[in-house]
């Protein structure tokens, strides 16, 4: 019988085969949204490092230029930083704390993204004389 089919041959069938691949496509796809997941992730953490560090810089110039003003600015970083950081916005707030301390909040907000804001808290006296 030529072409016939022996008992107990070894081997998989179409159908077998077929399933095994739709269970990796499965896995894959899977797998795929899980790498674009991250992607985003490590551009936020991204955003959040560079948003924290240009609030930092932001809180050392309070420190050196002394007893700031009450009152709130806002901006971006195209004056002292050009080309280098779009889409970064940032906010001072200074408020009256306790006697004479003054409580500068600085906040960077990267991309409009509020979830991967930077915000620091700086308390300042006027200097002794």
Same mark, same amino acid.
């Given at each position: 019988?030529?072409?016939?089919?022996?008992?107990?041959?070894?081997?998989?069938?179409?159908?077998?085969?077929?399933?095994?691949?739709?269970?990796?496509?499965?896995?894959?796809?899977?797998?795929?949204?899980?790498?674009?997941?991250?992607?985003?992730?490590?551009?936020?953490?991204?955003?959040? $490092?560079?948003? #924290? %560090?240009?609030? @930092?810089?932001?809180?050392?110039? +309070?420190?050196?230029? !002394?007893?700031?003003?009450?009152?709130?600015?806002?901006?971006?970083?195209?004056?002292?930083?050009?080309?280098?950081?779009?889409?970064?916005?940032?906010?001072?707030?200074? $408020?009256?704390? #306790? %006697?004479?301390? @003054?409580?500068?909040?600085?906040? +960077?907000?990267?991309? !409009?993204?509020?979830?991967?804001?930077?915000?620091?808290?700086?308390?300042?006296?006027?200097?002794?004389?």
């Amino acid at each position: 019988m030529r072409g016939a089919r022996c008992r107990g041959a070894a081997g998989f069938t179409l159908l077998e085969v077929m399933v095994a691949l739709a269970v990796v496509a499965t896995a894959f796809t899977a797998l795929l949204g899980l790498q674009v997941r991250n992607v985003r992730l490590v551009a936020r953490e991204q955003a959040y $490092t560079q948003a #924290l %560090l240009l609030a @930092r810089s932001m809180i050392t110039e +309070v420190e050196l230029a !002394g007893y700031p003003e009450v009152g709130f600015a806002e901006g971006d970083f195209e004056d002292t930083h050009p080309g280098r950081y779009p889409g970064f916005r940032w906010q001072r707030t200074v $408020t009256d704390f #306790l %006697l004479d301390t @003054r409580e500068v909040t600085v906040r +960077v907000v990267p991309n !409009g993204d509020e979830s991967a804001a930077a915000e620091l808290t700086l308390f300042v006296r006027p200097e002794s004389q």
